[in-house]
């Protein structure tokens, strides 16, 4: 791994800003070699830099994926779990992360149901559509979440969820006061999806595990409230999510 994806990785695991002798001292880089790779960085518009005293941290709208071997990591020691809750809720599992601001796909567990949400391997969702999206926005990829809640106007392919980003920070404020997010319809009409947070190996929110159906079975309710269904998917995507966490030895 080059010195400038170790130090992005760095900055991108962090609440706060880091200067130039603690990245260095964190990731055994000489100063020089420090200061050489953040100026190249900061030129290329991936870090900017505070001053008084100088201080480096992500560039507002740069997101760094996870590790591949972490993701990989997690993944196996995920897919049981899933494949057990898969089988409890009868519904499609995944497990999503943060890559700029859309969601990717890690894992997943089809259901066996006739009718079912099927794999999203391999492709990308905008991360303000899905139910994964609003809880690492809100929980995770702060920064990201702040920049897409001051945009004017939001893409929404079904006219549902939220359109503005003042919308947008009001459904992230829910996401903050009740633990999770879902989507209704948001991304493809006639799609139901529920999401957790799901810590990495490093604690902080940089993963999403979810449950996803038809609506027709969720059976939302319009006042908000959780149906029958969705607090029985919600109890028991609670208990995987900590299951796999416990794995991870968090």
């Known amino acids: 791994m080059t010195n400038a994806v170790r130090i992005l990785r760095l900055l991108g695991a962090r609440e706060g800003r880091l200067g130039v002798s603690d990245i260095a001292e964190k990731l055994n880089l000489s100063t020089s070699t420090t200061h050489r790779v953040l100026s190249t960085l900061h030129t290329g518009g991936l870090v900017e830099r505070r001053n008084s005293p100088i201080r480096y941290g992500l560039a507002p709208g740069v997101a760094i994926s996870p590790d591949r071997d972490e993701g990989e990591r997690l993944a196996e020691l995920a897919t049981p779990v899933m494949t057990r809750l898969k089988d409890v809720v009868n519904s499609t599992i995944h497990i999503l992360f ?18 079912r949400v099927t794999s999203r391997l391999g492709r990308q969702v905008p991360a303000h559509l899905g139910a994964a999206g609003k809880v690492l926005l809100a929980l995770g990829a702060t920064d990201v979440g702040e920049r897409l809640c001051r945009e004017e106007t939001l893409y929404s392919p079904t006219g549902r969820g939220p359109q503005t980003g003042a ?17 209704l319809s948001e991304s493809e009409i006639g799609m139901y999806s529920i999401a957790l947070p799901l810590r990495g190996y490093d604690g902080r929110v940089t993963y999403s595990l979810t449950i996803a159906g038809p609506m ?17 998917y919600l109890e028991n995507l609670q208990a995987a999510a900590d299951e796999i966490e416990a794995l991870l030895g968090l």
């Open 98 to 115: 943060m890559a700029g601001d859309h969601l990717e796909f890690l894992a997943a567990v089809e259901s066996d149901a006739m009718m």
């Open 167 to 183: 919308e947008l920070r009001e459904e992230l404020d829910l996401v903050r006061r009740l633990g999770y997010g879902r989507n």
């Open 216 to 232: 027709s079975i969720a059976e939302p309710a319009p006042d908000g409230e959780l149906s029958e269904v969705e607090q029985h």
